[in-house]
């Protein structure tokens, strides 16, 4: 072969590896020094369905004005289809260069995630997790669901334990979505372990009022309930209000446990109606933001980043003080 097509032929292979492996950090250009100022993130939020969420939102929209990070917020109104446009929307935009995503289901995600490494984008998962697709997205920064439903499992126990019925309702969140799986996982692990019975459960959409009207729904059919499981605050609060309606004491007659510890269940358990209630942090965008940097610059993460939780009670001596030293 000449040295002439050897040459040509060289240039065509450096091309190809220069082009072929164009990701984010190149695309950066700054990489492996950008900065926040360098960072797009195109977030996808689910929709506006309570406490914890808005928190979620204000973590994310506030500590990018501290950063001075450019935030492009979308707003997935709790709509699958809506979330999944989006994502292409930021995946056709060319300032984005890290997606950030709250996924309202566990599943939906492969073409636009394929689509998303064919153009070089970042993904993050934040809040919830997805089924498979490891390989697409840099790393996960939220909580371990499972691990919140066992926990509310081990406190309905302890306080059923000596009951000689154990029947407990579940208020699921949206159906598909991680928490709402995971937390049930996790609740009749430990639940079960005790002789607990879950004998109904069904979802309420994180939403106060079809958590009220499920539970009325179900206490029209009996009042043989010993405990209610609110995958959230908001469900929960449903609940409490439908067991007053129906003449039963909430958090006496029947235990109530929450997730997400808002400072809506501080003062429901201040006021004596709920009992426990299991954390859930919203507080993810600093965690998210740093990781996002991170991988623009190149580096690898592990791909699960925990969030820190803790779970609180309404007979905690120094209940009031934890309730006024609180963000959200
Ligand atoms: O993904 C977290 C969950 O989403 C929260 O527990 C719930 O309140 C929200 O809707």
Redesign the pocket.
């Known amino acids: 072969m000449s040295h002439l097509k050897k040459l040509v032929f060289l240039i065509i292979i450096a091309v190809i590896v220069l082009v072929g492996c164009s990701s984010a950090e190149e695309e950066a250009g700054c990489s492996p020094n950008c900065t926040y100022d360098d960072l797009v993130v195109g977030f996808l939020q689910t929709g506006s ?2 406490g ?2 808005a928190a979620n939102t204000a973590s994310f929209k506030e500590t990018a004005e501290q950063l001075g990070l450019t935030l492009k917020f979308y707003d997935s109104q709790n709509d699958l289809a809506k979330q999944v446009a989006g994502f292409q929307q930021f995946i056709e935009d060319p300032e984005v260069n890290v997606i950030v995503m709250s996924p309202l289901e566990v599943t939906g995600w492969d073409q636009v995630l394929e689509d998303a490494e064919t153009a070089g984008k970042i993904v993050v998962l934040s ?2 997790r997805i089924d498979g697709n490891e390989d697409k997205y840099v790393t996960f920064v939220g909580a371990d669901f499972v691990e919140e439903g066992r926990k509310a499992g081990t406190e309905m126990c302890k306080m059923l334990e000596g009951s000689e019925s154990k029947i407990v309702w579940e208020l699921q ?1 949206n159906v598909g979505a991680a ?1 709402a799986i995971d937390r049930g996982t996790g609740f009749r692990e430990t639940a079960e372990e005790c002789g607990i019975e879950v004998t109904k459960t069904q979802t309420a959409n ?1 939403s106060i009022l079809e958590g009220k009207q499920v539970t009325e729904a179900w206490l029209k059919e009996t009042q043989d309930v010993q405990g209610i499981f609110g995958q ?1 605050d ?1 469900m929960a609060f449903g609940a409490i209000e439908a067991l007053r309606e129906a003449g039963l004491v909430p958090a006496e007659d029947v235990k109530i446990i929450s ?2 510890a808002t400072s809506g269940a501080f003062q429901a358990m201040l006021d004596g109606t709920l009992n426990v209630t299991v954390e ?1 942090n919203p507080l993810l965008a600093p965690q998210v933001y740093e990781a996002s940097l991170a991988a623009l610059n190149g580096e690898t993460l592990p791909k699960w980043i925990p969030s820190e939780e803790s779970v609180f009670f309404m007979d905690d001596p120094n209940l009031q003080s934890i309730a006024d030293g609180r963000k959200y």
């Open positions: 369905e309570g914890w969420r809040d919830r969140g928490p994180w959230n908001e997730v997400d859930c």
